[in-house]
């Protein structure tokens, strides 16, 4: 009897109620559902990757022009870390503003498409003609017509956004649900309230999901075109390096760029998760 | 008063080479708030009657008048609480952001202010969804979404509500309750409703009249005058008076179907 007791007891204080709490306060700090192992393991990962390196670097005496150990690159960035900030920061600029751009003209364009059959027949194949033509091979030709500065590398990353962003908007513009654009058509909504309270939020997903690849290839964007031409940015920084064969060097270039990729990526699904609450996507609590 | 007038119209659909006639020379008068269904089998152009009254789409011949103006100028007005077959909630819109959607667009046309949203409230309390307020649709069930999307019609301040078989996706149970929900409201509010249905018990249930159509082309073969007391409850289903006019409609359903 008194054991039936315990158990029910037992059973009564580990209801979920009682874990509910910090759990949900995790979820709104990180945006996600708050469950430590979606961080714990990761870092583990990483851990174990840089370990083994540096442990194999150690051992097999590895010499330091082919592969230096983890703890040298951290030493040569960390002594001079304010250089390579500042050249990051060359580098993020190039890239946000081209982001920023290419994706703004990719919303103009994919307005216009999405309502004129005429103006996407008429304007598409030249979109696609941009978007084949390698980065690689445009990058030099835009170096001779607007220098060593900024601007050829933001144009850069601003036509390998473009693209992306240029077909996910006209899809999503285009793929409503008939029976809401009906029910705006039977309150006399006129085009643009249709395309505000409909088209645009409906969007949003489509959006999004091209920018959580547009946005690391911008940077890749950005870096091509400083290997073209440049004085300044992590891609002119690791060109100078490898000429020099000053790996450590490098590979701190390297690991600037890796790091701003993956806080680019973090924000833009930190954003996402902000402005989707209401699709499915980001059910997660629903399952 | 009548208050639609639908003169002897004709519609044609061409697909490829293929022409339908989805609607022959059909004609109805629709009195001011009054409840009238639309119901015929699958083809006869019930919803392409609906959609040309709400001008959603229009006529090859004939003339429509919705209070003495033309579909288009009526829906430009506002005239109209369409409800489409699935609910057209807007998912990034809470219910009660939803509900204040009619609003929002098409100003000039409005006449009402977003301060009826009391209104929309209290409606939205008497099909139980009072605390739902700030719900998202997925957060909702099928028939729930319907409901706000019916409510959300008659709290619009629109005099016309036009329904496209409004209950088509959902399960039985579920669709005779919101019928009796229907009922209640439009007891109270008494706008003028025309409601394209399959069901021939949802029809006589609801309706003051009836208009039967057949297909091929989509015609009018019978408007039934539904006389049958108010307010309409449950219980109306058991009785013989009831039963007899579901007969009847079956009878003319049937005989067009046995030639």
């Keep these: 009897m008194s054991s039936t007791e315990n158990a029910m007891e037992n059973r009564v204080s580990a209801s979920p109620r009682g874990k509910a709490v910090p759990r949900v306060k995790l979820g709104k700090l990180f945006g996600s559902e708050g469950n430590w192992s979606h961080y714990i393991q990761p870092a583990l990962a990483f851990i174990v990757l840089f370990g083994t390196w540096e442990l194999v670097v150690r051992i097999f005496n590895v010499n330091p022009l082919t592969l230096p150990a983890p703890s040298g690159v951290l030493k040569v960035l960390f002594s001079d870390f304010g250089f390579y900030l500042e050249h990051a920061g060359v580098t993020l600029k190039e890239a946000v503003i081209g982001f920023s751009v290419g994706t703004f003209v990719a919303l103009i364009g994919g307005v216009l498409m999405s309502h004129s059959r005429f103006l996407e027949r008429t304007l598409l194949p030249i979109a696609v003609l941009a978007s084949v033509t390698p980065i690689v091979a445009i990058a030099p030709l835009l170096i001779i017509w607007f220098g060593f500065g900024a601007l050829p590398k933001i144009i850069i990353a601003a036509i390998i956004t473009f693209f992306p962003m240029l077909v996910n908007s006209i899809t999503g513009f285009r793929s409503i649900d008939q029976n809401n654009y009906e029910y705006l058509r039977s309150l006399h909504a006129n085009k643009l309230e249709i395309f505000l309270k409909l088209r645009l939020p409906n969007s949003l997903p489509y959006l999004f999901s091209a920018s959580k690849t547009c946005i690391s290839l911008s940077v890749i964007g950005a870096v091509v075109a400083e290997w073209s031409g440049s004085d300044k940015g992590l891609g002119n920084l690791i060109q100078m390096f490898s000429n020099y064969m000053q790996m450590e060097k490098m590979f701190a270039a390297i690991l600037m760029l890796a790091v701003m990729g993956i806080v680019l990526t973090t924000l833009v699904r930190f954003i996402e998760q902000r402005a989707l609450y209401w699709h499915s996507s980001t059910n997660k609590r629903n399952g | ?259």
């Design chain 2, 1 to 259: 008063m009548t208050y639609i007038t639908v003169n002897r119209i004709s519609k044609k659909f061409k697909r490829r080479d293929q022409i339908t006639e989805a609607l022959r020379d059909v004609g109805i008068e629709i009195e001011q708030g009054t409840f009238v269904s639309l119901i015929g089998p699958s083809g006869c152009g019930k919803s392409t009657l609906l959609r040309i009254i709400g001008g959603l789409e229009t006529a090859d011949d004939g003339d429509i008048r919705v209070g003495g103006v033309t579909p288009i100028e009526a829906q430009s007005d506002k005239q109209f609480g369409f409800v489409p077959q699935a609910p057209a909630l807007f998912p990034w819109r809470t219910v009660i952001e939803n509900m204040r959607l009619p609003f929002e667009v098409n100003r000039k046309g409005g006449r009402q202010t977003p301060e009826q949203s009391e209104e929309a409230k209290e409606l939205l309390r008497s099909v139980g969804l009072g605390e739902f307020l700030d719900a998202y649709p997925k957060e909702l069930s099928g028939g729930m979404q319907q409901r706000v999307g019916i409510v959300r019609a008659f709290a619009s301040g629109a005099p016309i509500l036009l329904m496209d078989e409004p209950f088509s996706a959902l399960d039985e149970i579920t669709r005779e309750m919101i019928r009796y929900q229907l009922v209640e409201i439009w007891e109270k509010h008494k706008k003028t409703v025309v409601f394209v249905t399959h069901s021939i018990r949802e029809a006589v249930f609801l309706s003051d009249k009836i208009v039967v159509m057949s297909n091929r082309p989509g015609r009018i073969s019978e408007i039934v005058d539904v006389d049958l007391p108010r307010p309409r409850s449950h219980e109306l289903e058991e009785t013989s008076e009831y039963q007899r006019y579901v007969h009847h409609i079956k009878g003319l359903l049937r005989e067009r179907w046995e030639q």
